[in-house]
């Protein structure tokens, strides 16, 4: 028996973090649109913006690193590309 033991299957920590990316007026629109083009496999047909985590045995931590998911995401599409 590796980790999680007995219980590996019986405890659902997966967490989901979604929002409506066209609504998200906290996000610049040129930031919103670079998520668009740089991050298009984690919107859905709804325009909604998914971030999956379920790498940790408990919510809290898989919570945790959904919204350091994001807060990466968010800060690297954050920067105006170099004109060159």
């Known amino acids: 028996s590796?980790?999680?033991?007995?219980?590996?299957n019986k405890v659902n920590t997966k967490v989901e973090l979604?929002?409506?990316l066209d609504s998200a007026n906290?996000?610049?629109r040129?930031?919103?649109d670079r998520?668009?083009?740089?991050e298009s496999n984690r919107i859905n047909n709804e325009g909604y913006f998914v971030?999956?985590?379920?790498?940790?045995r408990t919510q809290v931590q898989n919570r945790k690193d959904a919204l350091k998911k994001l807060q990466d995401i968010l800060k690297s599409s954050w920067e105006r590309p170099k004109v060159r």
């Open 18 to 20: 979604r929002f409506h």
């Open 51 to 56: 971030i999956t985590c379920q790498e940790n």
């Open 30 to 32: 040129e930031v919103r």
């Open 2 to 8: 590796g980790a999680g033991g007995q219980n590996v």
């Open 35 to 38: 998520l668009r083009e740089n």
């Open 26 to 28: 906290w996000i610049p």
